[in-house]
Each structure stands twice: as C-alpha cells, then as structure tokens.
C-alpha cells in the first residue's frame, strides 16, 4: 500500500472512531444527566405505609431492620442464610457493637426466620429480644415512648411469646414450666400450676385469640396491652366436683400469659444459663402487671372469650323446644348462671330476654358494657333462661327463685352489700318477668280466679303452696333496679287472636307440677264461673290485650324502693299514640311512675342496637352515683 493510501485509511479510520464516540456519548447522555438521587411529592398514605410496615402488618421487615443489616453489611448474608445471619446481630450485640435499638431488629428478623422456617426456638428468641428491647434492666435505658419501635416491640413479644408456647399440634397454647431451646442455649421457665385455678375451677385448652374468628358480634373488642391473648375453657378442681359458683360450665375465660425475664440485656449477654417466670392472669382478676419498674396493661380480647361460650353452649338450638315446653336443662340444673364468680364490691345485673328466645341475644349488649372499664369494675353479668310458653306468673315465679337462690349462695360465700343493690333487665316478655319481682300484687291476680280466700278454696296444701307463690307477689328485697325494653305492659297485638295463639295452644306442654295443680284449680266451680277458663293459660295468652292478667298487671305500679326505667321502639312516621315496634305498641309499652324513658326508632328485637345499649350505659353509671355499694375493694 502507498504512503497516500495509508495516510486516507488512517483519516477514515479515526472519522469513524469519531462518529463512533459521538454517537456511544449521545446514547449515554440521557443516562449521565438523570439524578442519581432525588425526591419527588407521593401520596401521605403510600409513604406512611413504607415507614410504618413492619413483620406483623406487611410480612416483611421493617425499615429500621433493613437499615441495621445494610448497616452491618448483612444484606446478602440475611438473603443467603438468615440463621447465620441473626447469629453474627446475637454475637455483636453481646460484644456490644450494636445499639440498644438493634435489640428490636433482632426481634423482628428472628420473627420474620420463625414464620418461613417453622421454628418456635426462634419464636422464643424474638419475644426474649423484644422484651429486653422494651423493658430493659434500667428504667432510663427504655426506648422513648414516642418511637413506634417500642409498640412493635409489644406486638412482636406478644405474638412472638404465642408462637411460643403453641402445642405440638399448633391448634393451641400449652403453659407449663420446662427448659425451652433458644437459637443461642437453653432457657429455664418456671410456672405455679396454681395460676391455673378460677374458683371452684381450673383453666384449660387455651386457645390464641389472635388467631380466632369471631362471627355474630356487632364489635370485636381488643384491650391493648403485654402478653399473649388468650381464652380458656374451665373444669372441676376435682373429677366429678360440684361447682357452686354460678358460673356456666361452658363459659370460657379471657386471659393474658406473660413470660417475665429479670435483667433480660445482662441475661442476653452474660453467657450464663438464662431464666424466665411465667405467668396467667384471668382478665376477671387483673388489668395490669408489673414488669420491673413499669405497671403494664394487659393485652386482652373478651370477645374471643365470649364467643366461643356462645359456640360451645349453642343456646339457639334449644329455644324453641324451651318454649314448647320440652326443658333443656343445663349441666347444673340451674337456669340461671353467670359470665364470671362473684367478686366482693361487685352490682349484680341479670338480663332476661323475652319470647321463643334464648339468653345469647343479651351477647351484644353485654360485649359493649364490658368494653367500659367501670362497668367492667363494678358490675358482673348474669343470665336466666326460662321456658317462655308457660304461664307467665310460673315464669315469673321461676325467676324469683332463681334471684333469691342465687343472692343467698353468693350471701353465703360473702357478706357483700352490692348484691343488695341488683339491676335486672328484661326483654318483652321477660319484662313482664321483670316486674314481678318489683310489684307488691296483693290478692289482684288471685281475684281473676276467685272472690273467696285462699285459705277457704278446699285446695290441696301443695296447690295452695304454689298459687301462693305465683299470684301473692312482693318485691324481692334486694333488687333495686329495673329496666323494661320493649315489654308489652299491656299485651301485644301479636298475642291476640291468630294462628300463632292457636297453634301454641296445641303445642305448648305444661310443668307437670303445674297440670296437677292447674287440673285441680280448674276443677273448681267458683273458677269456672268467674273466669270462665277451661285450660291453663300460655304466655301468649296471658299477653293477649284484654286478659285478665295483663289487665292487673298493668295496673299495678313498681314499688317506690324500686327505680324504673323504659326504653320504647317507634318504627315509622306513626304518632305515639298508634306507633310501636311491629310488636308491641307504644302505648302498651309506656307506663308511668318510671325514672326515664328512652324511645329508639327501632323494631322489637332491638338489644344490640347503639342507642339502646349506650341508654343501658347510662343507667348502670346512674345507678353507681346514687345507689351504690360505695368505695367497696374489689376482692
């Protein structure tokens, strides 16, 4: 090639190395001039929700871990092998290379392993770390109450400390003492089998209410707080053993288990064996606990409790056959139990509910008023469940039984002046119940029957014995309260002529005590002639406008020792005067003589409904300012 020839291939040759240069910087030009850093506007919430995400709520660690394991250069190891990854945080943090903080994201991370890998050794440690993250050994090394850190530490330990303590089959929590596996040892726990005693009973088959459903309830409520939410079934202390506490045998039991460690950072990094003490305490007992310098709420969830009493005692299934008559009766032969043992300094307030019915409907009122904490405090719940076809004076005389019997068992046990101060609340025809045991009737429902005394009828003792008791009604001594909701004080139009009356007539069956009585009171010519009655009554007939018992019970007032309270349903743009409920009309509900009366825009069955149980609410507190038991300690 000639000199010429070369010189032109070399212009070429370095034309195109430029062209080639200029076109490789233009192709790069975009890239160089992008911001390798910025920030630009985004929603509050999209934000929010990357700042706040943590293990619990979004499945992932939380920024602040992610920032520790950037930080300490274990990103790639977390990825690759995250138990060798938590074993070098655990050996710094020991050595004292991490902060006091990086004992939450020790917590979170070893969480976030137990939930892929299954581990419950992990579980334990997460709940050990975030426990000394929260409550470390000095009150002034506390994490400042402002950072969320410290509220995800609680969740952490609380679900964490859950995990736990999980059966072998993981359906649910087994509290004992042993010797736990840690990633890192071996942690001794000890536990006083006595914490498992309520009463006359012991706590069993606890189940995670974070990990229950519940279905039914208007509001599910949750008491933030330390500790692992549980709820416990109850049996006898001994095979076999009375119970006498009230209680029904299906009622389960909102506790909180707490696994105390003292000194739990100087525990973590001493290499000695480490030690916790675990404890249970019924929500029944105690709201709160103590964890070294600080009093703590305990985390709790009464509706897990309350629903599974209502799936295991399935009232529902039984009711209509209560109210044909064919009793149901429970384990203890008592229709009448309670949520909870009796405490001293503790009101009493017993619910009633109405026809065809079943004791769960008051479930939702009673959910609300525990959520209130001085209701929670001073008062305790009970329930009477009774066969709503009968006879409504044998109903209620059923119902005063069971008060009486109740307020002297409870009497028994404690000297305990709250029970003297009893409310009880009634539901349409458990309202009427409900009067029954606030009205002085004299001989007004005996003269339905007979113009003659009852001492003269002829009557066999026993039958003498038992209309005395139904018709010869006085206020029981120790209630003082009264709430009527929705009761037909002067029948219902329902109850009237129709095929329900004629259909009930046919299939309602009778107390065999009271066909005895009832045949040999029928039997009698003077009843016959001045009531003009061939059979015994129904509830449905005694509620019929124009019977002659609700004629006299509508004219006897509650007692002025008494206090009375009414709340009325008014459904539609009718006036007072022709409105009601779709059951019971106002003005058969209204009466006078009574404290407040409250009415809702709402059809009969109305006992969950806001206005109603807020109007309950407020009677209890009500009740607590003037016609309390005073200051007496909760025991």
């Given at each position: 090639?000639s000199?010429?020839?070369?010189l032109?291939?070399?212009r070429?040759?370095?034309?195109?190395?430029v062209?080639?240069?200029?076109?490789?910087?233009l192709?790069?030009?975009?890239?160089a001039?992008s911001a390798?850093?910025?920030?630009?506007?985004?929603?509050?919430?999209?934000?929010?929700?990357?700042?706040?995400?943590?293990?619990l709520?979004s499945?992932?660690?939380s920024?602040?871990?992610?920032?520790?394991?950037?930080?300490q250069?274990?990103?790639d190891?977390f990825?690759d092998?995250?138990?060798?990854?938590?074993?070098v945080?655990?050996?710094?943090?020991?050595?004292?290379?991490?902060?006091d903080?990086?004992?939450?994201?020790?917590?979170e991370?070893?969480?976030?392993?137990?939930?892929r890998?299954?581990?419950?050794?992990?579980?334990?440690?997460?709940?050990l770390?975030?426990y000394?993250?929260?409550?470390?050994?000095?009150?002034d090394?506390a994490?400042?109450r402002f950072?969320p850190r410290?509220?995800?530490?609680?969740?952490?330990?609380?679900?964490?400390?859950?995990?736990?303590?999980?059966?072998a089959?993981?359906?649910?929590?087994v509290?004992?003492?042993?010797?736990?596996?840690l990633?890192?040892?071996e942690?001794e726990v000890?536990?006083?089998?006595?914490?498992?005693?309520?009463?006359?009973?012991?706590l069993v088959?606890f189940?995670?209410?974070?990990?229950?459903?519940?279905?039914?309830?208007?509001?599910?409520?949750?008491?933030?707080?330390?500790?692992?939410?549980?709820?416990?079934?109850?049996?006898p202390?001994?095979?076999?053993?009375?119970?006498?506490?009230?209680?029904?045998?299906?009622?389960?039991?909102?506790?909180?288990?707490?696994?105390?460690?003292?000194?739990?950072?100087?525990?973590?990094?001493?290499?000695?064996?480490?030690?916790?003490r675990?404890e249970?305490?019924?929500?029944s007992?105690?709201?709160t606990?103590?964890i070294g310098?600080?009093?703590?709420?305990?985390?709790?969830?009464?509706t897990v409790?309350?629903?599974?009493?209502?799936t295991?005692?399935?009232?529902w299934?039984n009711?209509?056959?209560?109210?044909?008559?064919?009793?149901?009766?429970?384990?203890?032969?008592?229709?009448?139990?309670?949520y909870?043992?009796?405490?001293k300094g503790?009101i009493?307030?017993?619910?009633?509910?109405?026809?065809?019915?079943?004791?769960?409907?008051w479930?939702n009122?009673?959910?609300?008023?525990?959520?209130d904490p001085?209701?929670?405090?001073?008062?305790?719940?009970?329930?009477?469940?009774?066969?709503?076809?009968?006879?409504?004076?044998?109903?209620?005389m059923?119902?005063?039984?069971?008060?009486?019997?109740?307020?002297?068992?409870?009497?028994?046990?404690l000297?305990?002046s709250c029970?003297?101060r009893m409310?009880?609340?009634?539901h349409?025809?458990?309202?009427?119940?409900?009067?029954?045991?606030?009205?002085?009737s004299g001989?007004r429902?005996?003269?339905?029957?007979?113009d003659?005394?009852?001492?003269?009828?002829g009557?066999?003792?026993?039958t003498?014995?038992?209309?005395?008791?139904?018709?010869f009604v006085?206020?029981?001594?120790?209630?003082?309260r009264?709430?009527?909701i929705?009761?037909?004080?002067?029948?219902?139009?329902?109850?009237?002529?129709?095929?329900?009356r004629?259909?009930?007539?046919?299939?309602?069956?009778t107390?065999?005590?009271?066909?005895?009585?009832?045949?040999?009171?029928l039997?009698?010519?003077?009843?016959r002639?001045?009531?003009?009655?061939?059979?015994?009554p129904t509830?449905i007939d005694?509620?019929?406008?124009?019977?002659?018992?609700i004629?006299a019970?509508?004219?006897?007032?509650?007692?002025?020792?008494i206090?009375?309270?009414?709340?009325?349903g008014?459904?539609?743009e009718?006036?007072?005067?022709?409105?009601?409920?779709g059951?019971?009309?106002y003005?058969?509900a209204?009466?006078?003589?009574v404290?407040?009366e409250?009415?809702v825009?709402?059809?009969?069955?109305?006992q969950?409904k806001p206005?109603?149980?807020?109007?309950?609410?407020?009677?209890l507190?009500?009740h607590?300012?003037?016609d309390?038991c005073?200051?007496?300690?909760?025991?």
């Amino acid at each position: 090639m000639s000199g010429s020839d070369k010189l032109q291939g070399s212009r070429e040759l370095g034309a195109a190395l430029v062209r080639g240069g200029v076109l490789l910087m233009l192709g790069l030009a975009p890239a160089a001039c992008s911001a390798p850093f910025g920030a630009r506007q985004a929603s509050p919430e999209a934000v929010r929700r990357e700042l706040t995400a943590n293990v619990l709520s979004s499945g992932e660690p939380s920024r602040f871990s992610e920032i520790l394991l950037h930080r300490q250069n274990l990103n790639d190891l977390f990825d690759d092998d995250r138990e060798a990854a938590l074993r070098v945080l655990h050996e710094r943090f020991c050595a004292g290379e991490l902060a006091d903080d990086g004992l939450f994201s020790l917590s979170e991370l070893s969480f976030y392993h137990a939930g892929r890998a299954g581990s419950q050794r992990h579980y334990l440690a997460a709940a050990l770390y975030a426990y000394a993250y929260a409550f470390p050994d000095q009150e002034d090394l506390a994490p400042d109450r402002f950072d969320p850190r410290l509220r995800y530490s609680v969740e952490l330990y609380n679900r964490a400390l859950t995990e736990a303590l999980k059966s072998a089959e993981g359906t649910g929590v087994v509290l004992a003492e042993g010797t736990f596996p840690l990633p890192f040892g071996e942690m001794e726990v000890s536990f006083d089998a006595e914490q498992l005693r309520w009463g006359d009973r012991r706590l069993v088959d606890f189940v995670s209410a974070t990990e229950t459903e519940v279905t039914g309830f208007e509001n599910r409520y949750r008491s933030p707080g330390v500790g692992a939410a549980l709820a416990a079934a109850t049996e006898p202390t001994e095979p076999d053993g009375a119970i006498a506490d009230l209680v029904g045998r299906e009622v389960h039991v909102p506790v909180t288990a707490l696994l105390k460690v003292p000194h739990p950072r100087r525990q973590l990094t001493s290499g000695e064996a480490l030690s916790g003490r675990l404890e249970l305490h019924a929500a029944s007992l105690a709201s709160t606990a103590e964890i070294g310098a600080w009093t703590v709420p305990l985390e709790r969830e009464p509706t897990v409790a309350l629903g599974l009493t209502v799936t295991e005692a399935r009232p529902w299934v039984n009711q209509f056959s209560r109210f044909l008559g064919h009793v149901v009766q429970s384990d203890t032969g008592s229709d009448f139990a309670g949520y909870e043992a009796h405490r001293k300094g503790r009101i009493p307030v017993v619910f009633v509910h109405g026809t065809a019915s079943n004791p769960s409907v008051w479930f939702n009122m009673m959910n609300d008023l525990d959520s209130d904490p001085v209701i929670r405090e001073r008062f305790e719940f009970y329930l009477f469940w009774y066969d709503s076809g009968q006879p409504i004076l044998y109903s209620g005389m059923q119902l005063r039984r069971s008060l009486t019997e109740a307020w002297r068992v409870l009497h028994d046990e404690l000297d305990d002046s709250c029970l003297d101060r009893m409310v009880v609340i009634g539901h349409s025809q458990g309202g009427l119940l409900v009067k029954l045991t606030a009205i002085d009737s004299g001989d007004r429902f005996w003269r339905n029957l007979s113009d003659g005394s009852l001492e003269d009828s002829g009557l066999s003792a026993e039958t003498q014995a038992l209309i005395e008791e139904m018709m010869f009604v006085e206020p029981l001594p120790f209630v003082r309260r009264v709430v009527f909701i929705a009761t037909p004080h002067r029948g219902s139009y329902l109850a009237g002529p129709s095929i329900v009356r004629r259909l009930a007539e046919r299939l309602i069956s009778t107390p065999a005590s009271l066909v005895r009585s009832g045949g040999e009171l029928l039997g009698m010519d003077k009843v016959r002639q001045l009531a003009g009655i061939e059979r015994l009554p129904t509830s449905i007939d005694n509620m019929s406008p124009g019977h002659p018992f609700i004629a006299a019970i509508a004219g006897i007032p509650v007692v002025p020792e008494i206090t009375a309270h009414s709340i009325v349903g008014v459904v539609g743009e009718d006036p007072l005067e022709s409105g009601g409920d779709g059951v019971v009309k106002y003005t058969s509900a209204h009466i006078d003589g009574v404290e407040s009366e409250l009415i809702v825009p709402y059809p009969h069955s109305m006992q969950a409904k806001p206005e109603v149980v807020q109007e309950v609410q407020r009677i209890l507190h009500h009740h607590l300012e003037v016609d309390s038991c005073g200051s007496a300690a909760i025991e």
